[in-house]
């Protein structure tokens, strides 16, 4: 199913909602990642905040809605972000990694993964990370399909 072709099945049975979304896979093992999402056991997840201001990109907000996307393009499940917030790396909390719901869930899983993966992202934009670095921090909810599973 492509993404235009969830959102319509998703405003279909919730013809209130309003018509913007965003379609994206995450960076590092999408196939994974976005079935943890669509089961409810990743409710969050983290990007490095320096690419948004090299990009010029605006953060996400709370109330937004994603169609999260596997390795093939095609739609997992529509998310509705419900929090966002920017702390630095050395200072994710064990709360958030255990959202994000990856590895064994644990915070030294979650800084080993994220800065080996934010290294890679940085150094492919001339940047280079640093444990103070921001971290945009997202947590969402599934919204559809509803039944996980």
Known sequence: MTHQEMWAAYKAVNPDTGGEYEPWAYGDDPDTLAELTRKG???????????????????PQAGEYSVILDSRDEAVCVIRTTRVYTTPFCEV??????????????????????????????????LEFTPDMPVVCEEFEVVYPSGRG
């Not at 994000?100 to 890679?120: I, K, M, N, P, V």
Request: aromatic fraction near 10%; hydrophobic fraction near 35%.
């Open 41 to 59: 056991i990743k409710t969050a997840t983290a990007s490095a905040g320096p690419l948004y201001e090299l990009e010029g990109e605006p953060l």
């Open 93 to 126: 909390t064990a709360e958030h990694a255990r959202k994000e719901g990856e590895g064994d869930r644990s915070l030294a899983y979650w800084r080993q993964a994220h800065e080996a993966f934010f290294r890679t992202e940085l150094a492919g934009a001339g």
